[in-house]
């Protein structure tokens, strides 16, 4: 059974701070997911990471994937109210035949004016 | 432009009453997925399709079914709802290709149920 450690479960920064947001696993992912999930909506995909070691970035938000395909973080620079919301990373299996996305347990994020 | 859509996005039924929630999308994925989430808490995958094959989790309720008509359309039936079937339900859609490799899963925006 692969797992998917996110941490940390709850952050609650003032606005322009920054904050990382770490997914780790013993397991290799062939390629993982980073979404966000505003209240009574269905999470909103940011980025697919593929590549070991590649790193991408949308305006603020800047993904990481490890070199080993194990794990995963997503920087925010200078938070804003906006960026409040539950971020999810989500890991799709290395071959075989298994279409389940590993989970971790996601991060809530709070950013207070 | 909408791609997964679910319907009705809140949807409130009595305790023991069956309800049925609905997927559409437009991307022709191949594979179609069912999720629970609780408050704040990860999706919890109850079962997906790929194509018309269907593949229930272990730890899904008997009281939990799906059907999927044809590759746009897939309902998820809860034949007798319970209060703690409250949540919100996420239905998504991926390709997977004939490698095997899964393409980025697509979530829909839901549908919260309420059990009176």
């Known amino acids: 059974t692969q797992l998917l450690e996110q941490s940390p479960q709850f952050l609650s920064i003032q606005e322009g701070e920054n904050l990382t947001v770490y997914c780790n696993s013993s397991?290799?992912?062939?390629?993982l997911q980073w979404y966000r999930q505003e209240p009574g909506e269905g999470p909103v995909l940011l980025v697919t990471v593929v590549t070991g070691g590649e790193v991408k970035k949308l305006k603020r938000l800047t993904f990481q994937f490890g070199d080993a395909r194990k794990d995963s973080s997503l920087h925010i620079t200078a938070a804003q109210p906006g960026d409040t919301g539950l971020y999810l990373c989500a890991g799709a299996p290395s071959g075989g035949s298994n279409y389940k996305l590993t989970f971790g347990k996601g991060t809530l994020l709070t950013v207070n004016p | 432009d909408a791609m997964v859509i679910q319907n009705p996005r809140y949807q409130v039924t009595q305790f023991g009453k069956p309800v049925t929630l609905s997927c559409s999308q437009t991307?022709?994925?191949?594979?179609m997925y069912w999720y629970q989430q609780k408050s704040s808490q990860a999706p919890k995958l109850l079962f997906h399709?790929?194509?018309?094959?269907?593949?229930n989790e272990a730890d899904t309720p008997d009281n939990f079914q799906s059907r999927r008509p044809n590759t746009s359309f897939c309902f998820l039936d809860i034949r007798s709802p319970g209060l703690g079937d409250a949540a919100m339900y996420l239905c998504a859609t991926s390709r997977v290709r004939g490698s095997g490799d899964q393409e980025t899963q697509y979530f829909g925006p839901g549908t919260r149920l309420l059990v009176l």
């Open positions: 397991s290799v992912f062939s390629s």
């Open positions: 399709y790929y194509d018309k094959d269907f593949n």
């Open positions: 991307l022709n994925h191949n594979v």
